[in-house]
């Protein structure tokens, strides 16, 4: 038992050890070019939000 313990351990702290480091910003998969603005803003969401979305077949996943 606790062989089996210790090999699942193992096999998945080696697993971790071969993933690459995203960065600081949690984009997958990572672009080409990155720009930042060097102010910081805001993206202000309230009830004037209008989202469409059109495409073949899409109405079961909007509503």
Known sequence: MLRYS?????LMLGASAF????GD????PWPAKVERPTT?????LNNQLSVS???????DAVN
């Open 6 to 10: 210790l090999l699942t351990a193992g």
């Open 53 to 59: 979305v059109s495409g073949d077949d899409l109405g």
């Open 25 to 28: 910003l949690p984009l997958m």
């Open 19 to 22: 993933a690459a480091p995203a």
């Open 40 to 44: 910081q803003g805001a993206l202000v």
